[in-house]
């Protein structure tokens, strides 16, 4: 079976996708952490999902999975620095 060369979500999935995060976040509740890095990791989680839940139909998926990377790095690095200040 060969990896698919373009991102291709039925709106079935995709709610699925998005139902699951809202689910993650009601259990993990990373808001309720003191442990900032923990929570950190769980927000990126659930934002590296629905960035692939959003990414419309026939997006290349070295560009869906690179721009999500992407995303999750800078969200890193603006938690960080909202900590910090």
Do not use: D
């Not at 659930?46 to 790095?73: C, D, E, N, Q, S």
């Amino acid at each position: 079976m060969a990896i698919p060369k373009v991102w291709n979500l039925s709106p079935r999935v995709r709610l699925g996708i998005t139902l699951f995060v809202i689910a993650y976040l009601a259990v993990t509740h990373p808001w309720t952490l003191g442990e900032p890095s923990m929570a950190r990791g769980h927000y990126q989680v659930a934002l590296a999902f629905l960035m692939m839940a959003v990414f419309p139909r026939g997006t290349k998926l070295y560009v869906a999975l690179g721009v999500t990377l992407g995303a999750i790095l800078l969200c890193g690095i603006a938690i960080n620095a909202m900590s910090l200040a």
